[in-house]
Nanobody
Framework: QAQLVESGGGLVQAGGSLRLSCAAS????????MAWFRQAPGKEREFVATISWAGDATYYADSVRGRFTISRDNAKNTMYLQMNSLKPEDTAVYYC?????????????????WGQGTQVTVSS
């Protein structure tokens, strides 16, 4: 299984931006569909965005479409989430996952490997 480590989270004011990274080791992410999920306290893990092996197909949750951009650099074995126009409701721990399926609004069970998460806090 891929070993995944998220980074780039932090505290930002509403309307600001953050760029999250997910670095993989053990296996190259070029072999996997990748995705970002998030989980707020007391809530279920929620799909955010997913990207195909080659990066030529992406899907987004309605809540983030137009504000967030998922991308990947397979040469660097890293996936990214550029988050713009952040809102307080975006506050959550953000997780990256690696899987073998690509579909809109995938369940968390599609993804076989997960990172430890990185905290994003958006103040009002």
């Amino acid at each position: 299984q891929a070993q995944l480590v998220e980074s780039g989270g932090g505290l930002v004011q509403a309307g600001g931006s953050l760029r999250l990274s997910c670095a993989a080791s053990g296996r190259t992410i070029s072999s996997y569909t990748m995705a970002w999920f998030r989980q707020a306290p007391g809530k279920e893990r929620e799909f955010v965005a997913t990207i195909s092996w080659a990066g030529d197909a992406t899907y987004y949750a309605d809540s983030v479409r137009g504000r967030f951009t998922i991308s990947r650099d397979n040469a660097k074995n890293t996936m990214y989430l550029q988050m713009n126009s952040l809102k307080p409701e975006d506050t959550a721990v953000y997780y990256c996952g690696a899987g073998q399926r690509l579909r809109p609004s995938p369940p968390a069970t599609d993804f076989l490997s997960w990172g430890q998460g990185t905290q994003v806090t958006v103040s009002s």
